[in-house]
């Protein structure tokens, strides 16, 4: 099996405006924390019904060192080197050269300025250069736009629906498939 972090010891990965790089506990701050609270932030991702606190957020952290088949990137903006949000790149298969991909950016002061589009690009080109893989997947919750928008606008194209597979209170809501396939590859 490819050691995900023999892959990724390149650094870290520099766009104009941003830069990501490998997830580390003494990143996890209060702000950081404190974002994944945030209703808005948090509306379509898994942990928005449970609390989180600095324990919970090192944790999650941790659970990402070591593996071989998946990754943390922190998204940074390069001038301050100030952590705005994250990008997971998980379940990799690497039989079949697959993974699925994840963003937020928490910090809102940075949204709709075309940094989560910086960053996925960032983050699928590494995925197809430096790890070698042929696609790249995302479920997106049907009721999230600016997700749908973030991914058609990076090449990811709609594969396929999941009826009713995420649950918000008391309604259920279509997952959709996207998937990105390198073509190079
Ligand atoms: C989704 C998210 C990552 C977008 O980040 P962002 O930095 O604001 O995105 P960008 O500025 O790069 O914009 C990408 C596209 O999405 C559109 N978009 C961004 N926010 C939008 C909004 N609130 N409503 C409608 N479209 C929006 C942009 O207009 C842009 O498309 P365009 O260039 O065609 O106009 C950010 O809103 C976020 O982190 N949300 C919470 C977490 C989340 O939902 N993650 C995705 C789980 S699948």
Same mark, same amino acid.
């Given at each position: 099996?490819?050691? !995900?972090?023999? #892959? ?10 941003? #830069?990501?790089?490998? #997830? ?6 209060? $702000?950081?924390? +404190?974002? #994944? ?6 509306? =379509?991702?898994?942990?928005?019904? !449970? ?22 990137? @922190?998204? %940074? ?21 697959? @993974? ?13 300025? @075309?940094? /989560? ?5 960032? /983050?699928? +080109? =590494?995925? %197809? ?12 919750? /049907? ?6 928008? *973030? %991914? ?12 009713? $597979?995420?649950? =918000?209170?008391?309604?259920? !809501?279509? /997952? *959709?498939? =996207?998937? *990105? ?5």
């Amino acid at each position: 099996m490819k050691n !995900v972090k023999e #892959l990724i010891e390149l650094g870290e990965l520099v766009g104009k405006r941003l #830069l990501l790089r490998p #997830l580390l506990i003494s990143d996890v701050t209060q $702000r950081y924390v +404190d974002w #994944l609270n945030d209703p808005e932030v948090n509306q =379509f991702i898994d942990i928005r019904d !449970v609390k989180q606190n600095i324990d919970m957020v090192r944790e999650y952290v941790q659970s990402y060192e070591g593996k071989n088949n998946k990754l943390l990137l @922190g998204i %940074f903006e390069k001038g301050k080197y100030l952590h705005i949000g994250n990008i997971t790149i998980s379940s990799i298969d690497w039989k079949n050269g697959a @993974g699925s991909v994840g963003i937020a950016v928490g910090d809102k002061v940075y949204w709709g300025k @075309g940094y /989560a589009t910086e960053a996925l690009s960032l /983050a699928s +080109d =590494f995925s %197809f250069s430096r790890l070698k893989l042929h696609r790249l997947e995302a479920w997106i919750s /049907a009721n999230n736009l600016p997700s749908q928008k *973030l %991914f058609k606008k990076v090449g990811f194209v709609q594969e396929g629906i999941l009826k009713d $597979r995420v649950k =918000f209170d008391t309604k259920y !809501v279509d /997952a *959709l498939i =996207f998937g *990105l396939v390198n073509k190079e590859a």
